[in-house]
């Protein structure tokens, strides 16, 4: 374990705040008071962190629908985005955007997107621009193993291989696109990296639910990718999603006790807890404190974002090119 | 008649055509739902439930499955269709036509007139569209006026349950391009439906849904039903208006809205699609270039603005037009000079 007691720290309370940030998500949302279609990243919550634990601000990322991981670990507000996901004008993105298109340009991230494949093309833009700044930045688009059958996900590792644009595509693979099954939507019935691999990238894969696997992993690909002239990379995280596809899916397409499963055996956190625990390296109280420090930061976060500032019809007609 | 869900008279007209002709055939995402998983094929039945059960009756040759792909979807629907197929293509929310816009612009729809004549290309587009749900900007659109505006295809809008079952069955046995146009908000209706499974309703036939004299409201899809509240509200205080569904806005029932103006004189048109270039644009100016004599006002157009849709539910419902904004545009063009 290379990591030092701060580091651990740090990335076991990012991913804690991810688990908490949804977890709560996943109890307000029963109660109605939150509009619109949710989807929720628990349990992919090392990906996101092991990635971008990595990176500065001026490394750039591009999300998903699946996005609230991702831009927490990037580093957006936790408040702005409680704001945003109850629709508040306080909000990130105003209350325009909601869970799905949560965007903090300035912390480098480049967007959740609805509309799944959206991404890729635009991490390679992201990439070839990093390449053009030559300081060793990068763009890393995040996708689902769905997304990776989108024409626009061939397009984009393609182009960024012709361009040699700093860009990583990390795939996170959850097993399924919505309810299909990943062994019926993808055709090599394999893997998506071998698809990468085809396009003429190196590639890596990881265990998407060991914090230390994505990291080391990633520590490795960055590596390669931040080297002017490498070009691209790809790499694949197995991975688990604990919740439906969205807020209110009632999951009939997983099989009997595989929820229970993979929160036992395949939970990031506590896999991160019992290695820590384990090396001897954290004590658990050190994991409990930051449980504490943690929950208190999501109550005061929804706290806000409930008191906060509703937006009024005038919003509708601000930001927008042209108004008629 | 049978009282039926807009979703359920979707999938019956479906199970019905296949049944019919066994060339029809259904692709798109997650129409079994639960392909590959424990759960099984038929686990979810399509996220609108428009397809349930399909795959149980018809099978993996004629209930195709298929990748989070749509241009391949709509270009296989392309490829079904010039084989002798009838190929029913699900594109999930409308606003998904962005990543498939090729295969449905420049290659079905120009099928029949670029290669002269020669070919049929029976091909059904089904889509969700419409906001109401604060499902935000990338998936609540009402894209029926980029579509219309592309010649080649066919547009459709059923606004009630009736209307799917006729125009749908209509649109399966078509030998061009369709695209069927179902709104989110409007799967949960009930009404009565014909149980003849040969009820049809023809393309670019308006239907008259409330009659008066003094003002023409032209709207289909989910709005058609508040111009409908609007027009029953104003009639208690002695406003005629007469309520016209379009049903198709490719081809559109010019004659109807025609007729009705040289009655009323005064036009409103309603639409979901932002303002310009719009159906209601269009509307608007065919009425002023051939019935301008008839009228007393100019023409006026309830559309949301001219932005992307907001999420919030505040933002949401102030983008949309309201019975408020649609009650407000009658007066106004009541009270015009
Ligand atoms: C272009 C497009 N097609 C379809 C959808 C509907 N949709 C939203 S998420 C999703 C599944 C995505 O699966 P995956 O890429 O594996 O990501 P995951 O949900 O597993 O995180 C689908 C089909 C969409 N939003 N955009």
């Given at each position: ?10 990335a ?20 109605g008071?939150?509009?619109g ?17 990595h ?16 831009c ?45 494949g959206?991404?890729?093309?635009i ?19 995040f996708?689902?193993?769905g ?18 644009a ?19 939507a993808?055709g ?25 696997s ?23 995280f197995?991975?688990e ?6 807020e ?10 595989e929820?229970d ?16 625990t ?15 420090e ?7 976060s929804?706290?806000?974002?409930k ?8 919003d ?9 | ?30 129409i ?12 979810i ?17 004629r ?9 391949a ?7 079904l269709?010039?084989?002798g197929?009838r ?5 999930m929310?409308?606003?998904?036509i ?19 004549g020669?070919?049929k ?12 749900y604060?499902?935000a ?11 219309t ?11 009630t ?18 695209i ?9 209706m009930?009404?009565?439906v ?18 008066g004299?003094d003002?023409t409201?032209?709207?289909?899809g989910?709005?058609?039903g ?11 205080e ?9 049903r ?22 309603v639409?979901e ?16 270039e ?7 006002a ?10 992307p849709?907001p999420f919030?539910?505040?933002?949401e419902?102030?983008?949309?037009p ?7 545009a009658?007066r ?6």
């Amino acid at each position: 374990m290379q990591l030092s007691r701060e580091a651990l720290l740090r990335a076991y309370r990012q991913m804690k705040v991810i688990r908490e940030f949804e977890e709560r998500l996943h109890v307000d949302i029963q109660t109605g008071e939150i509009a619109g279609f949710t989807h929720l990243y628990c349990g992919q919550e090392a990906v996101a962190v092991g990635v971008c634990e990595h990176l500065s601000v001026e490394d750039k990322i591009v999300s998903t629908h699946r996005g609230h991981g991702h831009c927490l670990a990037k580093g957006c507000d936790v408040n702005g985005m409680m704001k945003e996901i109850w629709g508040s004008r306080e909000g990130l993105c105003k209350g325009k955007g909601g869970s799905m298109h949560i965007a903090d340009v300035d912390k480098g991230m480049l967007g959740a997107n609805g509309i799944v494949g959206a991404g890729s093309p635009i991490g390679v833009g992201a990439g070839i621009a990093c390449k053009i700044d030559g300081k060793g930045h990068v763009a890393i688009t995040f996708s689902g193993d769905g997304a990776c059958n989108q024409g626009t996900t061939f397009e984009a590792m393609n182009m960024a291989v012709v361009t040699k644009a700093a860009t990583i595509f990390v795939f996170e693979n959850n097993h399924y696109s919505e309810h299909t099954g990943f062994e019926y939507a993808v055709g090599t019935q394999k893997d998506i990296a071998s698809r990468a691999e085809a396009f003429g990238m190196k590639v890596w894969r990881g265990d998407g639910t060991d914090f230390f696997s994505v990291f080391e992993t990633m520590r490795e690909v960055l590596e390669y990718v931040r080297v002017p002239g490498n070009g691209p990379a790809a790499v694949e995280f197995d991975t688990e999603r604990f919740f439906g596809h969205f807020e209110g899916d009632p999951q009939r397409y997983r099989g009997p006790g595989e929820l229970d499963r993979i929160r036992e055996f395949r939970d990031c956190l506590k896999n991160f807890r019992k290695s820590v625990t384990d090396a001897g390296v954290l004590e658990h109280a050190d994991l409990d404190a930051l449980d504490t420090e943690v929950l208190a930061e999501i109550e005061e976060s929804v706290r806000q974002a409930k008191a906060a500032d509703r937006p009024t019809a005038e919003d509708v007609l601000t930001d927008v090119y042209i108004s008629y | 008649m049978a009282k039926m869900m807009y979703r359920d008279a979707v999938v019956s007209t479906i199970a019905e055509e296949m049944e019919r002709d066994e060339n029809v055939v259904c692709l798109g995402e997650d129409i079994v739902g639960g392909m590959g998983t424990p759960g099984g094929p038929e686990a979810i039945g399509g996220i609108w439930s428009t397809s349930t059960g399909l795959f149980g009756k018809f099978g993996a040759d004629r209930v195709i499955d298929t990748p989070i792909s749509e241009s391949a979807i709509m270009g296989a629907a392309a490829g079904l269709a010039l084989s002798g197929k009838r190929p029913i293509a699900e594109l999930m929310f409308a606003d998904f036509i962005g990543v498939s816009l090729d295969q449905i612009w420049n290659q079905l729809a120009k099928f029949r007139y670029m290669f002269g004549g020669k070919t049929k290309c029976p091909a059904v587009i089904r889509m969700a569209y419409g906001a109401g749900y604060n499902a935000a900007a990338q998936h609540s659109q009402a894209v029926h006026q980029i579509l219309t505006g592309m010649p080649g295809l066919k547009v459709v809008m059923p606004s009630t349950p009736a209307d799917v079952k006729g125009l749908l069955r209509t649109a399966i046995r078509d030998d061009d391009p369709v695209i069927f146009l179902e709104h989110k908000a409007l799967y949960g209706m009930t009404g009565e439906v014909p149980d003849d499974k040969e009820y049809m309703i023809p393309f670019g036939h308006a239907r008259l849904t409330r009659a008066g004299q003094d003002v023409t409201i032209v709207s289909t899809g989910l709005l058609l039903g508040f111009c409908e509240a609007v027009a029953d509200k104003l009639a208690a205080e002695g406003i005629g208006c007469d309520v016209i569904d379009l049903r198709t806005t490719s081809p559109i029932d010019e004659e109807a809205i025609l007729d009705s103006v040289e009655v009323t004189g005064r036009l409103i048109v309603v639409d979901e699609a932002p303002p310009r270039c719009s159906l209601a644009s269009d509307i608007c100016a065919t009425v002023a270039e051939k019935a301008f004599a008839a009228l007393k006002a100019p023409p006026l157009s309830v559309n949301p603005p001219h932005t992307p849709i907001p999420f919030a539910r505040e933002l949401e419902s102030a983008y949309l037009p309201s019975t408020d904004k649609i009650e407000a545009a009658v007066r106004k063009v009541l009270s015009y000079r």
